[in-house]
């Protein structure tokens, strides 16, 4: 029993052999003793072989039979495709000899295919197929606002592509819907829409007579405008969209320039009226979600429209302030809001939290700069009191210490360092002294 352990794997694996098979053995004492190499079982059947059939029994006729049938319709499918094979490679070459391709050409572009690269990708993949303005848009501004900080490099070439699809009024439209609702849908958005919509309306070249982008944006937004009363009692998801309108309206205002014949361009004075309206609107119904909206509306616009209100000199700043005043002595808002609205009522009466810049030197004096003073030397007097500019005994002071510039002028030379003769005060043994002290150092610092 060892020994049948004691073999290497697969060893001793045999079969008795039909006296028939044709293979070679060595008879000895009447047994079969061993055989010119020992035949493995065979292997198993491929699994995409067709299945045996039930009588796997076959004589060998019908073997040899089989097999020719088997040839003789591997020949005939062979002959099929040679055939078929021949008249594709034919229709190959009259098309390849027909056609008017190059092989050094780029890349290849189907006929009425327009090419765009998408924004989104990293590797600058360029997508062949029929894209529509509301994908190309949708790609974009999801760039945008997925990269803000890649807009200045990336508007010039939005706004290029843009003006090769935007030629009908039909498509401003569309884009300026486009932009509208993405940039009041998308959170944190608007900033970058607002100065996208400016871009855009300085540099897009379609200007149809129903108006160009920007006037076709502000109508766009005057639409929102006129439901403001409806909406600031509406449900909460038509608050939400008129805060989202009003947000982006502001960074509008802050962004948007009407450039002028001549001067500096100037902010949509229409916005301006537009913002105290809403804001009107939102107090008159204050409850926490419009009353969050206006402070985010205030600490975002509030110091340009104050510095606005004040230069046309109306008192609308101070209207707010007191109606804000008025909420949180009478209205049920909760606490938190309550907070933030005082907050905002601190930030106006410090400026909005800015600071002015001192005055210029050049235009700086005693009166109307506290600061005057401040570079201003420290002198003196002979019995060790301090004295500076400010002080009001300055001058006289001062002009007792010009009294003695002959003293100064006889101890310091005219460099202003002081002087010893010392040919007349040293002695002879302090001059050798300090002659060899002078050596010494010399020659330390040499070595």
Same mark, same amino acid.
């Given at each position: 029993?060892?020994?049948?352990? @004691? ?96 092989? $050094? ?6 006929? +009425? ?29 999801? %760039? /945008? ?11 010039? &070439?939005?706004?290029?592509? *843009? ?27 608007? #900033? ?6 400016? #871009? *855009? ?14 006037? *076709? =944006? ?6 929102? &405008? ?7 009692? +509406? ?7 008129? %805060?989202?309108?009003?947000?982006? =309206? +502001? ?19 229409? =916005? ?5 309206? =809403?804001?009107?609107? /939102?107090? $008159?119904?204050p409850v926490d979600a419009n009353l969050i909206c206006a402070v985010k509306l205030l600490k975002l616009t509030g110091s340009v429209l104050d510095d606005a209100w004040k230069e046309n000199e109306q008192p609308h700043m101070e209207e707010l302030i007191h109606r804000i005043e008025t909420i949180? *002595?009478?209205?049920?808002? $909760?606490? @938190? ?34 600061? #005057? ?6 002198? &003196? ?16 002071? #001062? ?9 100064? %002028? ?5 460099? +202003?360092?002081?002087?010893? @003769? ?26």
């Amino acid at each position: 029993m060892n020994q049948n352990f @004691d073999r290497a794997p697969g060893a001793g694996r045999t079969r008795n052999l039909p006296a028939d098979s044709g293979v070679m053995s060595t008879a000895g004492d009447g047994d079969t003793k061993t055989t010119l190499f020992n035949q493995r079982e065979p292997l198993r059947q491929p699994r995409t072989s067709p299945p045996f059939a039930e009588n796997n029994i076959s004589t060998a006729n019908d073997m040899v039979g089989g097999e020719c049938k088997r040839q003789s319709k591997t020949q005939q499918s062979t002959n099929t495709n040679s055939m078929s094979a021949s008249k594709e490679c034919n229709e190959v070459d009259s098309v390849v000899k027909s056609s008017k391709l190059s092989a $050094s050409a780029p890349e290849f572009v189907p006929s +009425g295919i327009i090419p765009y690269e998408d924004p989104n990708c990293d590797d600058s993949e360029i997508y062949y197929g029929e894209p529509t303005l509301a994908d190309m848009v949708t790609d974009f501004l999801g %760039h /945008l606002s997925s990269s803000p900080g890649s807009f200045e490099s990336d508007v010039e &070439y939005i706004t290029g592509i *843009l003006n090769s699809w935007v030629t009908t009024e039909e498509l401003l439209q569309e884009l300026v819907e486009l932009i509208y609702t993405q940039s009041t849908a998308i959170p944190n958005f608007s #900033y970058t829409g607002a100065r996208l919509c400016n #871009y *855009l309306s300085q540099h897009l070249a379609v200007s149809p007579p129903s108006g160009n982008f920007r006037q *076709l =944006l502000l109508k766009r937004c005057r639409t929102e &405008y006129e439901q403001r009363d409806v909406a600031v009692r +509406g449900d909460a998801d038509t608050q939400k969209k008129f %805060h989202s309108f009003v947000l982006f =309206l +502001g960074e509008l205002y802050l962004h948007l320039e009407v450039k002028s014949g001549k001067g500096q361009p100037n902010r949509a004075e229409i =916005l301006l009226i537009a913002l105290k309206e =809403l804001m009107t609107s /939102l107090f $008159s119904n204050p409850v926490d979600a419009n009353l969050i909206c206006a402070v985010k509306l205030l600490k975002l616009t509030g110091s340009v429209l104050d510095d606005a209100w004040k230069e046309n000199e109306q008192p609308h700043m101070e209207e707010l302030i007191h109606r804000i005043e008025t909420i949180l *002595l009478d209205a049920a808002c $909760s606490r @938190d809001v309550r907070q933030m609205l005082l907050k905002l009522v601190e930030l106006r009466s410090s400026d909005w939290g800015r600071v002015r810049a001192a005055p210029a030197a050049s235009n700086a004096t005693p009166d109307n700069d506290p600061n #005057y003073f401040m570079n201003e030397p420290t002198f &003196y007097t002979e019995d060790g009191t301090p004295f500076t500019a400010a002080d009001p005994e300055y001058a006289e002071k #001062y002009q007792e210490i010009m009294d003695r510039q002959d003293y100064f %002028h006889d101890i310091y030379g005219e460099n +202003g360092n002081e002087e010893y @003769d010392f040919d007349d005060e040293m002695e002879p043994e302090i001059e050798e002294a300090f002659e060899n002290f002078c050596l010494e150092s010399e020659r330390k610092r040499q070595q």
